[in-house]
């Protein structure tokens, strides 16, 4: 299990070096060279058949901040969601007192009922807090186009699409996710992160790993050619905060999560497409220490 395979993937150097020597520059920001590393390597090589546009050496300049832009409108767009429309509070213990999802009008009670209480991570039953996967305020608003526009050039069409068409209705219980108390904070500030493997034909279980991230990137700028390093044996987040199991065993990288849904289509897991995005981009924002350095940008 490693949080990095995208790294050694075959031909990304090959592809991103082509970029550096068509670019005429080595160096750019930490957030454009990380974003590379994690690219689809056709995009990459898209990139360097285009790098004699403005367009392009804009996005990658060492003194370009088009990808920092984008990584901290993603960290900071209320992720963390304290209210809802009613005003109540998005921090629920459980109840199975609403047995039939339909009758279920508000996120939150889904969301905890779709757990069974139970927090994803470490397993056992618990006061939870809901967060957003998609930031709600980052949705099809014209006003984060640019946002998009940024993306589309390391991702490929169809997986813009993908990501687009799955973030489209934030509000849905498959944008939601819950963590016990205090844990989400490793997630939502870019300590942790979490990475999809597998989801059953019918959508009714589903399996990640999570992974905590090193201690940010101090440089601003990197050499593109350099190749980034997340250790595979992460056993807490930079501060030392460590996390355990129900039984006492010590939350290390690669451990296995197991959400489960009683019902897929009333009370769907968390979007498999939007754990994806995240864990591409929480990789970006995390290790190029975004919120810390930089600030979000609401």
């Not at 959508?203 to 050619?225: D, F, G, Q, V």
């Not at 290390?252 to 968390?270: A, F, K, M, Q, R």
């Not at 864990?279 to 810390?292: H, M, S, Y």
């Amino acid at each position: 299990m490693d949080a990095s395979l995208e790294f050694d993937e075959k031909g990304r150097l090959e592809a991103v070096e082509d970029l550096t020597r068509a670019l005429g520059f080595e160096t750019t920001s930490t957030e454009a060279w990380l974003a590379l590393w994690l690219a689809d390597i056709n995009c990459v090589r898209e990139l360097a058949k285009e790098a004699g546009s403005d367009r392009i050496k804009g996005l990658f300049a060492p003194d370009s901040t088009v990808m920092r832009d984008a990584m901290r409108m993603w960290m900071g767009c209320g992720r963390k969601e304290h209210d809802d429309d009613e005003g109540e509070l998005y921090i629920n213990s459980y109840t199975n007192s609403s047995p039939n999802p339909q009758a279920m009008i508000n996120k939150q009670s889904q969301v905890v009922y779709r757990s069974d209480g139970t927090a994803i991570i470490e397993k056992r039953r618990s006061v939870l807090e809901i967060y957003s996967i998609f930031p709600p305020n980052l949705a099809d608003d014209p006003k984060h186009e640019q946002f998009w526009s940024t993306l589309q050039h390391f991702w490929s069409p169809s997986k813009i699409a993908s990501w687009r068409g799955a973030a489209r209705d934030t509000k849905a219980c498959a944008n939601w996710i819950t963590f016990a108390r205090n844990v989400g904070a490793y997630w939502d500030h870019g300590m942790m992160t979490m990475k999809p493997i597998e989801q059953s034909d019918d959508k009714a279980w589903s399996i990640a790993h999570t992974y905590w991230l090193p201690r940010a990137y101090e440089e601003s700028r990197m050499n593109m050619c350099s190749r980034p390093f997340i250790p595979s044996d992460l056993e807490a987040s930079p501060d030392q905060g460590g996390l355990y199991t129900v039984d006492g065993k010590k939350i290390v990288s690669g451990h296995e999560v197991n959400p489960s849904t009683p019902d897929p289509v009333n009370l769907p897991l968390s979007s498999f497409e939007l754990l994806e995005m995240r864990w591409v981009l929480d990789r970006i924002a995390g290790l190029a220490g975004v919120e810390e350095k930089y600030g979000c940008e609401n």
